[in-house]
């Protein structure tokens, strides 16, 4: 019986597009389609990120359009292969993973140059059983051919109904300024700006500085040659939802408690990685609040009014409220919601022995 309800649920995720024909596959009506850009291989949040939007996708409750990796290099682009290989259309109990080379991955070529690296898991692809056999199967054979970042957003873009897309950013700004820069091609004739405009309903950024916070955030910082053009292009008629720092400070998922939530595998990426690397390093959950927003939505959180926002030269955020404004941020919330939180983040790590 337990077989039947694993094989029931899988099925059931392949008809809502865990594993869909391509990018014009049908869709559930209500349900969020995503690209995800992130800068995978230096902070662990990333990776929960990730877990949570296929937690989500398996649920049926979001359909995950293709992944943008941020961070230049080949290996980090390999890492976001691995997770996308390991935990999309996978069998729970334990048979060979399908391929999850549906998802396609952007490939940051132009961007910002040696980044700071918390957390160096980038090796995580090359990782080995005791047998000396690799760990996790990939399902891209030349990263080299992998398509430029800005290239993947306006294929995927194009092929989407008209303000259907939430984007969720939880790393550098350069693909997303880089696609706001182009111009019409053989994939849309629309340049980048007026095909964000067509095409995305929200953005949902794991970044600004708002509230009592005064340093400059980080992200927008790293990339401050992007940043501006990101800012000055992005259509106003298209929301934006920041969720700076001090949002996620106060949900600490401990390393001890991410290797016993799967405790029922070591042959699991995001496990190997704190099994692997030093990640005791005062690693909290930004990430996540961005996804779990894009997917559950407004009463997930509390809000600012609505405003606009400006860019200072060092990378801080400033915010202007008024009613017609596009942006919104954020805000801190009691140690009750930063511990329900954390539970959803925990139950995405666990579901995939379990659920």
Same mark, same amino acid.
Request: proline content about 6%; glycine content about 10%; some cysteine.
């Given at each position: 019986?337990?077989?039947?309800?694993?094989?029931?649920?899988?099925?059931?995720?392949?008809?809502?597009? *865990?594993?869909?024909?391509?990018?014009? *596959?049908?869709?559930?009506?209500?349900? %969020?389609?995503?690209?995800?850009?992130?800068?995978?291989?230096?902070?662990?949040?990333?990776?929960?990120?990730?877990?949570?939007?296929?937690?989500?996708?398996?649920?049926?409750?979001?359909?995950?359009?293709?992944?943008?990796?941020?961070?230049?290099?080949?290996?980090?682009?390999?890492?976001?292969?691995?997770?996308?290989?390991?935990?999309? #259309?996978?069998?729970?109990?334990?048979?060979?993973?399908?391929?999850?080379?549906?998802?396609?991955?952007?490939?940051?070529?132009?961007?910002?140059?040696?980044? @700071?690296?918390?957390?160096?898991?980038?090796?995580?692809?090359?990782?080995?059983?005791?047998?000396?056999?690799?760990?996790?199967?990939?399902?891209?054979?030349?990263?080299?051919?992998? @398509?430029?970042?800005?290239?993947?957003?306006?294929?995927?873009?194009?092929?989407? %109904?008209?303000?259907?897309?939430?984007?969720?950013?939880?790393?550098?700004?350069?693909?997303?300024?880089?696609?706001?820069?182009?111009?019409?091609?053989?994939?849309?004739?629309?340049?980048?700006?007026?095909?964000?405009?067509?095409?995305?309903?929200?953005?949902?950024?794991?970044?600004?500085?708002?509230?009592?916070?005064?340093?400059?955030?980080?992200?927008?910082?790293?990339?401050?040659?992007?940043?501006?053009?990101?800012?000055?292009?992005?259509?106003?008629?298209?929301?934006?939802?920041?969720?700076?720092?001090?949002?996620?400070?106060?949900?600490?998922?401990?390393?001890?408690?991410?290797?016993?939530?799967?405790?029922?595998?070591?042959?699991?990426?995001?496990?190997?990685?704190?099994?692997?690397?030093?990640?005791?390093?005062?690693?909290?959950?930004?990430?996540?609040?961005?996804?779990?927003?894009?997917?559950?939505?407004?009463?997930?959180?509390?809000?600012?009014?609505?405003?606009?926002?400006?860019?200072?030269?060092?990378?801080?955020?400033?915010?202007?409220?008024?009613?017609?404004?596009? #942006?919104?941020?954020?805000?801190?919330?009691?140690?009750?919601?930063?511990?329900?939180?954390?539970?959803?983040?925990?139950?995405?790590?666990?579901?995939?022995?379990?659920?």
């Amino acid at each position: 019986m337990k077989h039947t309800v694993r094989f029931l649920a899988l099925a059931a995720a392949v008809l809502l597009g *865990a594993c869909g024909k391509g990018e014009g *596959a049908r869709q559930q009506a209500d349900v %969020p389609l995503i690209i995800l850009d992130t800068d995978i291989g230096s902070s662990t949040d990333d990776l929960f990120a990730m877990e949570m939007l296929y937690h989500y996708e398996r649920e049926g409750r979001c359909r995950l359009l293709g992944v943008v990796v941020d961070r230049m290099g080949e290996d980090c682009a390999a890492c976001a292969d691995v997770m996308n290989t390991f935990f999309r #259309c996978r069998d729970r109990m334990g048979a060979t993973p399908e391929k999850g080379g549906d998802l396609p991955i952007g490939l940051e070529r132009g961007g910002i140059a040696n980044p @700071p690296v918390w957390i160096d898991y980038k090796a995580l692809p090359t990782y080995t059983t005791s047998e000396g056999q690799l760990m996790f199967e990939r399902s891209v054979s030349d990263y080299s051919a992998l @398509p430029d970042g800005w290239r993947l957003y306006r294929r995927l873009l194009a092929a989407q %109904p008209d303000h259907s897309v939430s984007i969720v950013s939880t790393g550098f700004v350069t693909a997303l300024a880089q696609l706001l820069q182009s111009e019409g091609d053989e994939l849309s004739p629309l340049d980048g700006a007026e095909l964000v405009r067509r095409k995305v309903k929200c953005i949902y950024l794991m970044g600004g500085v708002f509230g009592t916070s005064v340093e400059p955030d980080f992200n927008f910082a790293q990339g401050i040659s992007f940043a501006p053009d990101f800012f000055d292009l992005w259509p106003p008629e298209v929301d934006m939802v920041f969720s700076p720092m001090e949002v996620g400070q106060e949900i600490e998922y401990e390393p001890d408690s991410v290797i016993a939530d799967v405790a029922w595998t070591d042959i699991h990426p995001v496990k190997q990685v704190y099994l692997t690397c030093n990640c005791n390093t005062g690693q909290m959950m930004w990430d996540p609040m961005v996804v779990i927003h894009a997917v559950e939505g407004d009463t997930a959180f509390t809000l600012s009014e609505r405003g606009t926002v400006t860019l200072t030269p060092q990378g801080g955020t400033l915010f202007t409220p008024t009613p017609a404004g596009h #942006c919104r941020y954020q805000k801190p919330g009691p140690a009750a919601w930063n511990a329900r939180m954390l539970q959803k983040i925990r139950a995405a790590n666990r579901q995939h022995g379990n659920g």
